[in-house]
Nanobody
């Protein structure tokens, strides 16, 4: 069983910054990638950013240049630094861990950006 615990969400004004963190624990084997997804009300869950074990990153076009994903493989944590936040970034942000056989999700953390 794998557990993902997110922290760092909150309310911020447009132009501000937040940092999300996710700690993975449990029976973790052969991690391929960790990342962040988000889901706004009435919309589908979408990719925000992912990072592979080797450090390769992938960002959604809407966050490229504003968000930075990082990872500490030694302690199985992944972070998302979010700068220049916009109201359209408002969503529940979910941490994801992908192994070669499974995909795991955190419970989600709310990010609200006020205009």
């Amino acid at each position: 069983q794998v557990q993902l615990v997110e922290s760092g969400g909150g309310v911020v004004q447009a132009g501000g910054s937040l940092r999300l963190s996710c700690a993975a624990s449990g029976a973790i084997f052969s991690i391929r990638a960790m990342g962040w997804y988000r889901q706004a009300p009435g919309k589908q869950r979408e990719l925000v950013a992912t990072i592979s074990t080797g450090g390769s990153t992938n960002y959604a076009g809407s966050v490229k240049g504003r968000f930075t994903i990082s990872r500490d493989n030694a302690v199985n944590t992944v972070s998302l630094q979010m700068n220049s936040l916009k109201p359209e970034d408002t969503a529940v942000y979910y941490c994801n861990l992908r192994s070669y056989s499974d995909s795991y999700w955190g419970q989600g953390t709310q990010v609200t950006v006020s205009s």
